[in-house]
């Protein structure tokens, strides 16, 4: 299984979800939902997205 760590482009500490399984863009909002179930919703563009180290970026 793979889950990565959803952080903001312009602020690479800055984590907005840990542990994601799932990510679902429709527009320019981006759900994101965690390996336990949780989802958080941001307004914003994948900016990259490295599938096995594990990390997404995203502007927002």
């Given at each position: 299984?793979?889950?990565?760590?959803?952080?903001?482009?312009?602020?690479?500490?800055s984590v907005?979800?840990?542990?994601?399984?799932r990510?679902e863009?429709?527009?320019d909002?981006?759900?994101?939902?965690?390996?336990?179930?949780e989802?958080k919703?941001?307004?914003?563009?994948i900016?990259?997205?490295?599938?096995?180290?594990g990390r997404?970026?995203?502007?927002c």
């Amino acid at each position: 299984m793979c889950l990565s760590r959803v952080v903001r482009a312009d602020q690479p500490d800055s984590v907005i979800l840990d542990y994601v399984s799932r990510i679902e863009v429709k527009g320019d909002s981006i759900t994101l939902t965690d390996i336990m179930g949780e989802q958080k919703t941001v307004q914003g563009s994948i900016v990259m997205a490295d599938l096995t180290g594990g990390r997404v970026e995203i502007n927002c």
